[in-house]
């Protein structure tokens, strides 16, 4: 327990990690302050009735409760990842995106610009299908297009690019990924409520008492512990260097290896795939404003697909979970340029020839370790469908594996290493006790992979 009060205390030493520290958790404070204001019109003791149900609970989740609030930020920093997932496929179908891509800091700045009008444009998509679907009609205080629509759609707008500005300043002057802390923090706030409701359920007339509380807090341990193995998982490659003499030392020789994840896309599969599975809401949203036959045909479809506990939902899920597991492994993974960084170092994988073979073996490896990483992850993911159909609480049932669990893991440990780092820089204990090993042996590799 020393150690750990330690620890925190050289945290607090290093200004600059202090000082990303303070305002990381000075954007966060922001972000929850704004959950809570609720959109200009609206009668907030009529809407204190509306509760979110199916897919649409599960954003108000990621939204830290603002979608069912109906704040300024109520649908949060989903039609960012959105626009980056759209920008991510251009970057592989179209030869000038490409170009960009390999530009340097110029081309992701563009890139970037281009992803920042595209969050426009989807946002301006999804507020009307926000505010016909989530916003009951005898809420609106004065309802009409330009009394309460069209200032509520621009101010949905600004809400979704105020908090895309926060997630990219918390990336460049926090620590850890903007993006993805914003959404754990969301998911962290509706925790306690989640397990009150839980508890209340559990210790009343028709629940089962504190034996099953304890049973679904044991089996929740559990699964935390196998997502973490999943997300920490790696496949280690020997490599060797070659013996040089510089003077009267003789450098090189040491057997290290290359860490290659068995999840390496971390948690982006999930929150791109869930970001796809919100086109049902949108969906939903146009077709409240058609009628007959064609508006019916978009309601039953929307409605089919939102529902997260059935097989329609979950099948889709699992399906693109795996698809984007594959996608972003193959953008942030690059065999051929670990094989020719390797050949430039004097480095070569023992039995393997330098260059192409060393390319196509460590591509081999990581399409094995792929397919197995991507399954295992569409399963976790789905483990809430089974957790609803086992009477647990829905709010609570997110909990138990599923894209929250899998973001709060990846993105607390993601943060963590980033201090780690700053720790060892400094010549201090990291937060481990292996933290100063895995410094020295994954080194130049580290950041490639």
């Known amino acids: 327990m020393n150690k750990f009060f330690q620890t925190i205390a050289n945290i607090f030493r290093i200004e600059e990690l202090r000082n990303r520290i303070l305002l990381t958790i000075g954007f966060i404070a922001i972000y929850r302050l704004g959950s809570f204001v609720v959109l200009p019109g609206i009668d907030t003791q009529v809407l204190g009735n509306n509760e979110a149900t199916g897919l649409a609970a599960l954003l108000n989740l990621f939204a830290g409760g603002a979608f069912s609030r109906a704040s300024v930020f109520a649908l949060g920093i989903m ?3 959105s626009a980056s997932i759209v920008m991510q496929l251009l970057g592989i ?3 000038s995106v490409q170009k960009l891509q390999k530009d340097g800091e110029s081309g992701r700045n563009k890139i970037n610009q281009w992803t920042r009008f595209l969050t426009i444009a ?3 998509g999804q507020a009307p299908g926000y505010l016909a679907t989530q916003v009951p009609s005898n809420a ?12 509520a759609i621009i101010i949905l707008s600004a809400g979704t690019l105020f908090v895309m500005w926060l997630g990219e300043k918390i990336t460049d002057k926090g620590i850890g990924n903007g993006i ?7 998911i962290i706030a509706n925790l306690p409520t989640a397990f009150l409701t839980e ?9 089962g008492g504190l034996v099953v509380v304890l049973v679904e807090m044991a089996i929740l341990l559990f699964v935390i512990l196998i997502t973490i193995l999943l997300v920490q998982g790696v496949r280690r490659v020997p490599i060797q260097f070659a013996k040089k003499i510089m003077g009267v030392q003789q450098m090189g020789g ?3 290896f290359i860490p290659l994840k068995v999840n390496a896309a971390g948690v982006m599969p999930i929150i791109f795939a869930q970001a796809l599975m919100m086109l049902p809401i949108t969906l939903a949203g146009f077709a409240a404003s058609s009628e007959g036959d064609t508006g019916d045909a978009f309601t039953s479809f929307a409605a089919m697909f939102s529902d997260v506990s059935g097989i329609y939902y979950n099948v889709t899920f699992a399906v693109l979970i795996i698809v984007f597991t594959y996608f972003y492994t193959a953008i942030t ?17 023992p039995g393997v020839k330098p260059g192409k073979d060393t390319a196509d073996f460590l591509d081999t490896i990581l399409s094995r370790i792929t397919l197995p990483g991507s399954v295992f992850l569409a399963i976790i993911a789905i483990l809430p469908a089974f957790a609803m159909k086992a009477g647990v609480a829905q709010s609570f049932s997110y909990f138990f594996g599923g894209t929250s669990l899998l973001i709060m893991v990846g993105v607390i440990l993601d943060t963590l290493q980033q201090i780690e780092s700053y720790l060892l820089m400094r010549h201090y204990d990291g937060l481990t006790e292996s933290g100063k090993l895995k410094g020295r042996a994954t080194g130049a590799f580290g950041g490639t992979i």
Do not use: C, H
């Open 180 to 186: 993805s802390l914003i959404i754990m923090i969301g």
């Open 254 to 256: 040491a057997r290290q």
């Open 333 to 349: 993974v690059n065999p051929q340029q670990m094989a020719d960084d390797l050949k430039k170092n004097g480095g070569f994988v």
């Open 199 to 207: 508890w209340e359920a559990q210790m009343g007339d028709l629940g």
């Open 79 to 81: 039609p960012y990842i």
């Open 140 to 151: 609106i205080v004065n309802p009409g297009f330009f009394s309460f629509t069209l200032p």
């Open 122 to 124: 989807i946002t301006l």
């Open 93 to 95: 179908a179209v030869p």
